[in-house]
């Protein structure tokens, strides 16, 4: 869990935003190797800055998210090994004190390595404040063995669907190779079929900031795959 090259250049993206009050999933660790291409990346986006001056000292993260715009960063862990604040297992709901609690949630690798994830997800939307963002980085293609599960981008789109109270930002595929060229992927309920993509070789993280534009009165939200969807609705038999 943590933040390489390809997490910074997704996260720069939303530098200046008011993320408030900051939940991590999982405390976030600090995982830029090459200090060249890092201070690169980073002053594409800013050439104000070093990426020394936001390395910060414990090998985690707070002071990078510092400088993105959170106010106050928190860690949510099922242990307390790495010295997460917060202490809960995914699995079970979240307690009351933490229901629209954060302006900003980020998972940098961590829901892929929860079992339920349909409740990890029901979680975040109940911790994520109104206007409030969500902010993913998992696993998408050749992570097998890395965690329970790789996620393709159709998951997400209908998880946090319009329907459901979220407006997705930014979708995006980065291969873990090379310097960071992230590219789109479209919604298929929009495109009317599916987002069939052909992976490369390299590690893949999908990417995506989800904001949460109202408080949706379904708990138990129940997701199926568009083009499914769309086939059943043109049957006349759904």
């Known amino acids: 869990m943590g933040v390489d090259i390809y997490v910074l250049d997704f996260l720069l993206k939303f530098r200046g935003r008011p993320l408030g009050e900051t939940l991590w999933l999982g405390r976030q660790g600090y995982h830029i190797q090459d200090s060249n291409l890092g201070d690169s990346i980073l ?3 800013d050439r104000r800055v070093s990426i020394e001056s936001i390395k910060g000292e414990t090998g985690y993260c707070e002071e990078l998210f510092k400088y993105l715009g959170s106010r106050r960063i928190i860690s949510l862990d099922y242990s307390g090994f790495e ?14 004190d933490l229901v629209d609690r954060f302006n900003c949630i980020f998972d940098g690798g961590t829901i892929e390595h929860v079992f339920d994830t349909r409740m990890a997800f029901l979680n975040v939307k109940k911790m994520l404040k109104v206007g409030g963002l969500f902010l993913l980085v998992d696993g998408a ?4 063995g890395h965690g329970l599960y790789q996620f393709s981008p159709e998951l997400l789109w209908r998880t946090f669907s319009r ?7 930014l979708m995006q595929l980065v291969d873990d190779v090379g310097k960071p060229n ?4 479209p919604d298929p309920a929009v495109l009317g079929q599916r987002s069939n993509m052909t992976m490369s070789t390299a590690r893949t993280y999908v990417l995506m900031a989800a904001r949460k534009t109202f408080e949706s009165s379904d708990g138990e939200q129940r997701v199926f795959q568009s083009d499914y969807v769309a086939a059943w609705q043109r049957s006349g038999k759904a």
């Open 83 to 96: 010295g997460s604040e917060i202490i809960h297992d995914l699995n079970e709901e979240v307690s009351v």
């Open 141 to 144: 293609n050749n992570f097998l």
């Open 182 to 185: 992230p590219r789109d992927v």
């Open 43 to 45: 002053k594409s986006y």
């Open 163 to 169: 329907e459901s109270g979220f407006e997705i930002e």
